[in-house]
């Protein structure tokens, strides 16, 4: 694709032809998928396509039976494991809320901030002046300052989804990969997450999995289509939306 | 100003080391400062029996390390203690010197008894105090560290990692009954003389043994303490409640796991080391499944994720032990199982936990007051 | 009476036909009259002088010689001071010695025929020698064998008397191997002796090997000849050994297996640790027992039939017990299973103690019936039918729970619950019931199991503790929720055990394989065939 066009920026993303089994289940045949640094991308697709396994494969859960997939433009992620990949600025939002429960708010921040990671490191640790004004900036962000002794576990659904990707934050992502951050939200709630993306959006290139309909409309963003764990088609939604192949696998029924 | 910041506003730590100090003072003077028909006075075996609950109490602590932070289930940490007890076992028996039965300068009785020529490679060394000492610690780190490195590397975790650590501790079992092991086989090592050129039997040792297990114990803690409130410490929490979203924050889990559970292995061994010259025996059977279950157990008593609970269960469950062993003996595994279930089913904080909370509703109800209540909770351990 | 009389007569027709087939032989023609008066003077003498009449007495072809012989082994032979003999019978009445007439009365100063060892080693060499060529073919077997062992030359000309007449080709060939040790150890000629060395090694075995290897003063062809025949026994015992040690295997490996089938549904298929399996195991041994007990004391002709009778009833004594600890305490635990393994441990302290406390701490005979007793031989195996039994056994339950969770509808419902307990209870399907019947299922084969087992192992309180580790490992090593994996986990497991302990011994064997173990889950933490996917990766 482009990647053999030099004039063109290096994608942060580049995945090429990679196939994922499970005894005999495909389930990614040949993907391939560029996203362009600074890019936001939504990635729509029936249960079952391989949105969940794409992630996994990027962030280094699962490893592809062939294929490739690069960070940045020469940065082998299939040799890596998570917390290298990770470390290299890819965060990975999961479906279900996934936040230290019996950690306060403030303390999940802190242990998100990009830095140390090493255990003897870790261990004699102590909270700089400006981890804390970092941490500050995130909890004004994510709307959690009031919040920010309470449990993790204490939180509301909505709250601990906006904790999850204040956490993200922390980790100063280059590329952030968010799977399906609305689910279970209230319409509020869901349009305030959709500006809290765009704003993210700014800096980082974000790649977001997603059912909801309107919320990828107000992303207003290009639009993949996965089935069957290949792409099946590439564009800006209303584009997209009129793909009779589409039509016929996702949309109509 | 260290300790306030180790404490932050726990009381619950200063009051459990100021309840070890006081008893530990008051028992050692009250063995060796009345006379024996005192109405005062602490007899020896108590003395010797308090000294084991001691131990124990690390061992528990160990426990709660790795299972109340870390969220691992060893029920393999009773091999680290077996380990400990048999290295410090090894330099007792050395210490007979010719004082056995059968008078050889050098070989212990047992290996005289099966015709040994000269002592096995891995026993020299073991008449230095030191490096006895040292080898108490490195053993069961060297195990954890290698067991832990090939179990957690490969992800090995919950239910799996349980079932290997109780396979590794019935393995090891296996291997001490034999006699070609040279660890005395089935009888173990006993016949202890002394330690340090001190007889072993004495009233002053005896209380010298206590003491040193409660400040192993205070040590021990206080360096739990401190490594639970670090940011290593949150992390550990963090790999309990949620392992995967620790992962991809970039933190590498198997690192701090193995930092943990060698630890935790080496203050098992510790606590090993201490009991056996208190307890005068070293055998094949501390390596049995059983125990290292019921040290859990003890645990889950005390509160899991307290570190005071751990050893608070640890004394409760043993002076249990005790008493129903003495007065109905064939009650105590009823009582035993019956404590599983309970703690389990009713009580999943345990003592810790639970009664701190019982008295903050009764005084709640007394002054018919609903407040808030203030104290902030001990770490919860998540569900698994 | 009419029945000892016979039989007395029987007894003496045998003695006859024994010496008028000698005589015929020719073979001790002199030997008559006057020297049996010399012979049995001997037994008044000194052991070697008894050695010597007993020698005398196997080839004198005299009427009483096996009642002489068989009386002075159990020290019913008296000898009175005039060197006279006389034996008593069974039923305690005399007899003299040379015409095996009844006597009033012992001879003056009789004393017993003292035996020592070799007195006895010589009687039965004179044993073996006198029933060669008794009309009992099982008889004849034993003298031959009896030949082999003593080696005593002297009966070559009776081995080849009898050879020449039997008609027993069982018979025969040990004949011919007694005779082939008798010219290997004698002082014939070379090619005798080759052709010996074959007729040994041809019965490959020990003794064989051990006949070969004691041949006094050995020629080099000889030797040469003993060494391939040697070489070519010592490899043969070797196969049929590796091939007992793999039937031992299998052995251990289907009581694995039925130890681990319950746990396979429990832990395999419903994520719940039961430590307490292990005394579920126990209960349907005790099951056993209690059936047995009532049917010794009420109904014994019913005995073989006990365990068919225990089958069901250890199935649904150790169901319901698993029924009442689901309902009880793991409904409440579940999702959480380091609370379930430690509460379900304390369960087990709690059943072991009572057991203990109603039928005391010491093992319960558990008798095996008719069917389940004894042994047989299959080449060089000797294969006891209780083993055998419990083999055929423990595939059968795993057919038949196969066929349960793949062909039923609580199969099915079972399946459905644990792949998506929210979508099988939306459905319709009762998630409680169907969690407590598939624990009942798991315990009631727990409990059958302790049927299967009270066969070959001591039914105790601790019966249950000394297979929890192991089924556990199987299953782990099998992988979880797979019946096939289950059957090759335990299949592999014991086999591997039963073929290491000729090598390492049982307990360096055993110490061998859960190391091994630990490194192989370690290698692959979802056993040998995992289930793969999304679902699992939770």
Same mark, same amino acid.
């Given at each position: 694709?482009?990647?053999?066009?030099?004039?063109?920026?290096?994608?942060?993303?580049?995945?090429?032809?990679?196939?994922?089994?499970?005894?005999?289940?495909?389930?990614?045949?040949?993907?391939?998928?560029?996203?362009? *640094?600074?890019?936001?991308?939504?990635?729509?697709?029936?249960?079952?396509?391989?949105?969940?396994?794409?992630?996994?494969?990027?962030?280094?859960?699962?490893?592809?039976?062939?294929?490739?997939?690069?960070?940045?433009?020469?940065?082998?992620?299939?040799?890596?494991?998570?917390?290298?990949?990770?470390?290299?600025?890819?965060?990975?939002?999961?479906?279900?809320?996934?936040?230290?429960?019996?950690?306060?708010?403030?303390?999940?921040?802190?242990?998100?901030?990009?830095?140390?990671?090493? *255990?003897?490191?870790?261990?004699?640790?102590?909270?700089?002046?400006?981890?804390?004004?970092?941490?500050?900036?995130?909890?004004?962000?994510?709307?959690?300052?009031?919040?920010?002794?309470?449990?993790?576990?204490?939180?509301?659904?909505?709250?601990?989804?906006?904790?999850?990707?204040?956490?993200?934050?922390?980790?100063? *992502?280059?590329?952030?990969?968010?799977?399906?951050?609305?689910?279970?939200?209230?319409?509020?709630?869901?349009?305030?997450?959709?500006?809290?993306?765009?704003?993210?959006?700014?800096?980082?290139?974000?790649?977001?999995?997603?059912?909801?309909?309107?919320?990828?409309?107000?992303?207003?963003?290009?639009?993949?289509?996965?089935?069957?764990?290949?792409?099946?088609?590439?564009?800006?939604?209303?584009?997209?939306?009129?793909?009779?192949?589409?039509?016929?696998?996702?949309?109509?029924? | 100003?260290?300790?306030?910041?180790?404490?932050?506003?726990?009381?619950?730590?200063?009051?459990?080391?100021?309840?070890?100090?006081?008893?530990?003072?008051?028992?050692?003077?009250?063995?060796?400062?009345?006379?024996?028909?005192?109405?005062?006075?602490?007899?020896?075996?108590?003395?010797?029996?308090?000294?084991?609950?001691?131990?124990?109490?690390?061992?528990?602590?160990?426990?709660?390390?790795?299972?109340?932070?870390?969220?691992?289930?060893?029920?393999?940490?009773?091999?680290?203690?077996?380990?400990?007890?048999?290295?410090?076992?090894?330099?007792?028996?050395?210490?007979?010197?010719?004082?056995?039965?059968?008078?050889?300068?050098?070989?212990?009785?047992?290996?005289?008894?099966?015709?040994?020529?000269?002592?096995?490679?891995?026993?020299?060394?073991?008449?230095?105090?030191?490096?006895?000492?040292?080898?108490?610690?490195?053993?069961?780190?060297?195990?954890?560290?290698? =067991?832990?490195?090939?179990?957690?590397?490969?992800?090995?975790?919950?239910?799996?990692?349980?079932?290997?650590?109780?396979?590794?501790?019935?393995?090891?079992?296996?291997?001490? =009954?034999?006699?070609?092991?040279?660890?005395?086989?089935?009888?173990?090592?006993?016949?202890?003389?002394?330690?340090?050129? =001190?007889?072993?039997?004495?009233?002053?040792?005896?209380?010298?043994?206590?003491?040193?297990?409660?400040?192993?114990?205070?040590?021990?803690?206080?360096?739990?303490?401190?490594?639970?409130?670090?940011?290593?410490?949150?992390?550990?929490?963090?790999?309990?409640?949620?392992?995967?979203?620790?992962?991809?924050?970039?933190?590498?889990?198997?690192?701090?796991?193995?930092?943990?559970?060698?630890?935790?292995?080496?203050?098992?061994?510790?606590?090993?080391?201490?009991?056996?010259?208190?307890?005068?025996?070293?055998?094949?059977?501390?390596?049995?499944?059983?125990?290292?279950?019921?040290?859990?157990?003890?645990?889950?008593?005390?509160?899991?994720?307290?570190?005071?609970?751990?050893?608070?269960?640890?004394?409760?469950?043993?002076?249990?032990?005790?008493?129903?062993?003495?007065?109905?003996?064939?009650?105590?595994?009823?009582?035993?199982?019956?404590?599983?279930? =309970?703690?389990?089913?009713?009580?999943?904080?345990?003592?810790?936990?639970?009664?701190?909370?019982?008295?903050?509703?009764?005084?709640?109800?007394?002054?018919?007051?609903?407040?808030?209540?203030?104290?902030?909770?001990?770490?919860?351990?998540?569900?698994? | 009476?009419?029945?000892?009389?016979?039989?007395?007569?029987?007894?003496?027709?045998?003695?006859?036909?024994?010496?008028?087939?000698?005589?015929?032989?020719?073979?001790?023609?002199?030997?008559?009259?006057?020297?049996?008066?010399?012979?049995?003077?001997?037994?008044?003498?000194?052991?070697?002088?008894?050695?010597?009449?007993?020698?005398?007495?196997?080839?004198?072809?005299?009427?009483?010689?096996?009642?002489?012989?068989?009386?002075?082994?159990?020290?019913?032979?008296?000898?009175?001071?005039?060197?006279?003999?006389?034996?008593?019978?069974?039923?305690?009445?005399?007899?003299?010695?040379?015409?095996?007439?009844?006597?009033?009365?012992?001879?003056?100063?009789?004393?017993?025929?003292?035996?020592?060892?070799?007195?006895?080693?010589?009687?039965?060499?004179?044993?073996?020698?006198?029933?060669?060529?008794?009309?009992?073919?099982?008889?004849?077997?034993?003298?031959?064998?009896?030949?082999?062992?003593?080696?005593?030359?002297?009966?070559?000309?009776?081995?080849?008397?009898?050879?020449?007449?039997?008609?027993?080709?069982?018979?025969?060939?040990?004949?011919?191997?007694?005779?082939?040790?008798?010219?290997?150890?004698?002082?014939?000629?070379?090619?005798?002796?080759?052709?010996?060395?074959?007729?040994?090694?041809?019965?490959?075995?020990?003794?064989?090997?051990?006949?070969?290897?004691?041949?006094?003063?050995?020629?080099?062809?000889?030797?040469?000849?003993?060494?391939?025949?040697?070489?070519?026994?010592?490899?043969?015992?070797?196969?049929?050994?590796?091939?007992?040690?793999?039937?031992?295997?299998?052995?251990?490996?289907?009581?694995?297996?039925?130890?681990?089938?319950?746990?396979?549904?429990?832990?395999?298929?419903?994520?719940?640790?039961?430590?307490?399996?292990?005394?579920?195991?126990?209960?349907?041994?005790?099951?056993?027992?209690?059936?047995?007990?009532?049917?010794?004391?009420?109904?014994?002709?019913?005995?073989?039939?006990?365990?068919?009778?225990?089958?069901?009833?250890?199935?649904?004594?150790?169901?319901?017990?698993?029924?009442?600890?689901?309902?009880?305490?793991?409904?409440?635990?579940?999702?959480?299973?380091?609370?379930?393994?430690?509460?379900?441990?304390?369960?087990?302290?709690?059943?072991?103690?009572?057991?203990?406390?109603?039928?005391?701490?010491?093992?319960?005979?558990?008798?095996?019936?008719?069917?389940?007793?004894?042994?047989?031989?299959?080449?060089?195996?000797?294969?006891?039918?209780?083993?055998?039994?419990?083999?055929?056994?423990?595939?059968?339950?795993?057919?038949?729970?196969?066929?349960?969770?793949?062909?039923?509808?609580?199969?099915?419902?079972?399946?459905?619950?644990?792949?998506?307990?929210?979508?099988?209870?939306?459905?319709?399907?009762?998630?409680?019931?169907?969690?407590?019947?598939?624990?009942?299922?798991?315990?009631?084969?727990?409990?059958?199991?302790?049927?299967?087992?009270?066969?070959?192992?001591?039914?105790?309180?601790?019966?249950?503790?000394?297979?929890?580790?192991?089924?556990?490992?199987?299953?782990?090593?099998?992988?979880?929720?797979?019946?096939?994996?289950?059957?090759?986990?335990?299949?592999?497991?014991?086999?591997?055990?039963?073929?290491?302990?000729?090598?390492?011994?049982?307990?360096?064997?055993?110490?061998?394989?859960?190391?091994?173990?630990?490194?192989?889950?370690?290698?692959?933490?979802?056993?040998?065939?995992?289930?793969?996917?999304?679902?699992?990766?939770?």
């Amino acid at each position: 694709m482009q990647i053999g066009d030099t004039s063109a920026p290096k994608p942060i993303l580049y995945v090429d032809g990679v196939t994922v089994t499970f005894d005999g289940f495909r389930a990614l045949n040949d993907l391939s998928l560029v996203i362009a *640094p600074g890019e936001m991308r939504a990635i729509i697709g029936p249960n079952g396509a391989g949105k969940t396994t794409m992630m996994d494969v990027i962030t280094g859960k699962t490893r592809p039976d062939v294929g490739t997939v690069a960070f940045n433009g020469d940065v082998d992620l299939t040799k890596l494991d998570e917390a290298a990949i990770a470390q290299l600025g890819i965060g990975r939002k999961f479906q279900k809320p996934t936040v230290f429960e019996s950690h306060t708010v403030r303390d999940n921040l802190q242990l998100a901030l990009a830095g140390l990671r090493k *255990p003897f490191t870790v261990l004699f640790a102590k909270e700089t002046a400006k981890e804390r004004q970092r941490i500050d900036e995130l909890l004004e962000l994510t709307k959690l300052t009031e919040s920010h002794g309470r449990l993790a576990g204490d939180l509301s659904h909505g709250q601990k989804q906006w904790l999850e990707i204040g956490m993200l934050l922390a980790q100063e *992502p280059a590329l952030l990969l968010v799977d399906e951050p609305v689910a279970g939200m209230t319409d509020a709630e869901t349009a305030e997450t959709a500006e809290l993306l765009v704003e993210i959006n700014k800096t980082r290139s974000v790649v977001v999995v997603e059912h909801d309909m309107t919320f990828v409309k107000a992303l207003g963003v290009k639009v993949t289509v996965l089935h069957e764990g290949s792409v099946l088609a590439e564009g800006p939604l209303d584009q997209v939306q009129a793909n009779e192949r589409v039509i016929e696998v996702y949309l109509g029924r | 100003m260290i300790m306030k910041r180790l404490f932050g506003s726990d009381a619950m730590a200063l009051w459990f080391l100021a309840c070890l100090l006081v008893v530990t003072v008051l028992v050692g003077v009250l063995n060796l400062a009345t006379p024996a028909d005192s109405a005062l006075h602490v007899p020896t075996y108590l003395v010797a029996l308090l000294g084991k609950y001691l131990c124990y109490a690390i061992l528990a602590l160990s426990i709660d390390l790795v299972w109340g932070y870390v969220g691992i289930l060893s029920l393999g940490h009773g091999a680290f203690f077996a380990l400990g007890g048999y290295a410090m076992g090894m330099y007792l028996m050395r210490q007979i010197g010719p004082r056995g039965v059968y008078g050889d300068p050098v070989l212990p009785d047992f290996m005289v008894f099966l015709n040994w020529k000269e002592l096995p490679w891995y026993w020299l060394g073991f008449d230095n105090f030191l490096f006895a000492m040292v080898m108490v610690a490195l053993v069961p780190g060297i195990l954890a560290f290698v =067991f832990g490195y090939l179990a957690f590397r490969s992800r090995v975790t919950g239910v799996y990692l349980s079932i290997i650590t109780q396979a590794m501790t019935y393995a090891l079992l296996l291997a001490f =009954f034999r006699n070609d092991m040279g660890f005395g086989g089935n009888n173990g090592l006993t016949d202890f003389k002394d330690l340090l050129g =001190f007889n072993l039997q004495t009233d002053g040792m005896r209380v010298a043994l206590f003491a040193a297990s409660a400040l192993a114990l205070a040590l021990c803690y206080l360096l739990c303490l401190w490594i639970t409130r670090s940011r290593f410490g949150k992390v550990l929490i963090a790999v309990r409640d949620a392992e995967s979203r620790t992962r991809f924050m970039g933190y590498r889990v198997e690192g701090y796991k193995l930092a943990a559970f060698t630890l935790s292995a080496v203050m098992a061994g510790v606590a090993g080391a201490l009991y056996v010259p208190q307890v005068g025996i070293i055998n094949p059977g501390e390596f049995a499944p059983q125990n290292s279950i019921e040290a859990v157990v003890w645990v889950a008593v005390g509160g899991r994720g307290t570190l005071v609970g751990a050893a608070v269960g640890a004394i409760v469950v043993n002076f249990g032990k005790t008493v129903f062993t003495g007065v109905l003996p064939e009650l105590w595994l009823f009582a035993l199982g019956g404590l599983f279930v =309970f703690v389990t089913l009713l009580m999943p904080k345990g003592i810790v936990g639970t009664v701190p909370q019982l008295l903050d509703m009764m005084r709640s109800r007394k002054a018919q007051n609903a407040g808030e209540t203030a104290k902030p909770e001990a770490p919860r351990p998540a569900a698994e | 009476m009419v029945i000892s009389t016979l039989s007395r007569l029987r007894r003496l027709c045998l003695i006859a036909m024994a010496i008028l087939t000698l005589a015929g032989a020719g073979a001790i023609g002199q030997a008559r009259a006057q020297d049996v008066q010399d012979t049995l003077k001997l037994f008044s003498g000194s052991y070697d002088d008894i050695q010597k009449g007993i020698e005398a007495l196997a080839v004198s072809g005299q009427p009483t010689a096996i009642e002489i012989l068989q009386a002075l082994t159990d020290n019913r032979l008296l000898a009175g001071a005039d060197g006279s003999l006389v034996y008593k019978d069974a039923a305690g009445a005399l007899h003299d010695a040379a015409t095996g007439t009844v006597v009033a009365a012992e001879p003056a100063g009789a004393k017993p025929v003292r035996a020592n060892n070799r007195i006895r080693r010589a009687v039965e060499a004179a044993l073996g020698q006198l029933t060669l060529v008794s009309p009992d073919p099982a008889k004849r077997l034993e003298a031959a064998l009896s030949v082999f062992k003593s080696k005593d030359q002297t009966a070559l000309p009776l081995i080849e008397t009898a050879l020449a007449r039997e008609t027993d080709a069982k018979v025969k060939t040990a004949l011919e191997r007694a005779k082939a040790a008798l010219v290997l150890y004698g002082p014939g000629e070379e090619p005798a002796k080759l052709a010996a060395v074959e007729v040994i090694a041809a019965q490959g075995d020990q003794d064989a090997l051990a006949m070969l290897a004691a041949t006094p003063s050995p020629s080099p062809a000889l030797a040469a000849a003993i060494k391939d025949a040697s070489d070519a026994i010592e490899g043969r015992l070797a196969l049929w050994s590796g091939v007992q040690s793999f039937y031992y295997g299998i052995s251990l490996g289907s009581v694995l297996l039925l130890a681990a089938i319950g746990l396979a549904i429990t832990f395999g298929v419903m994520g719940v640790i039961n430590m307490a399996h292990g005394e579920m195991v126990m209960i349907g041994a005790y099951t056993t027992f209690v059936v047995q007990d009532i049917i010794r004391n009420s109904a014994p002709w019913l005995f073989d039939y006990s365990l068919a009778i225990a089958l069901p009833l250890a199935f649904l004594v150790s169901g319901a017990v698993g029924i009442l600890i689901e309902r009880v305490i793991i409904r409440f635990l579940y999702g959480r299973p380091l609370e379930t393994l430690l509460a379900t441990f304390g369960l087990s302290l709690v059943l072991q103690q009572a057991v203990r406390s109603l039928f005391g701490p010491t093992n319960r005979e558990v008798g095996n019936p008719a069917w389940m007793s004894g042994a047989f031989d299959l080449g060089g195996l000797t294969l006891t039918y209780n083993r055998m039994w419990i083999i055929v056994f423990s595939i059968v339950v795993l057919f038949v729970l196969m066929v349960v969770l793949r062909r039923t509808a609580f199969g099915l419902q079972m399946r459905a619950v644990t792949q998506n307990r929210r979508m099988a209870g939306s459905m319709g399907i009762r998630t409680n019931w169907v969690d407590m019947l598939t624990f009942g299922l798991g315990s009631g084969i727990a409990g059958i199991a302790g049927v299967a087992l009270s066969q070959i192992d001591n039914v105790s309180p601790n019966l249950g503790q000394g297979y929890i580790i192991d089924s556990f490992m199987v299953v782990v090593f099998g992988g979880v929720g797979n019946l096939w994996g289950t059957l090759v986990g335990a299949m592999t497991l014991g086999i591997t055990n039963k073929l290491l302990e000729p090598v390492a011994g049982a307990v360096l064997g055993k110490i061998f394989v859960l190391v091994a173990l630990v490194l192989f889950i370690q290698r692959k933490p979802r056993g040998l065939f995992p289930q793969k996917g999304r679902a699992v990766e939770r």
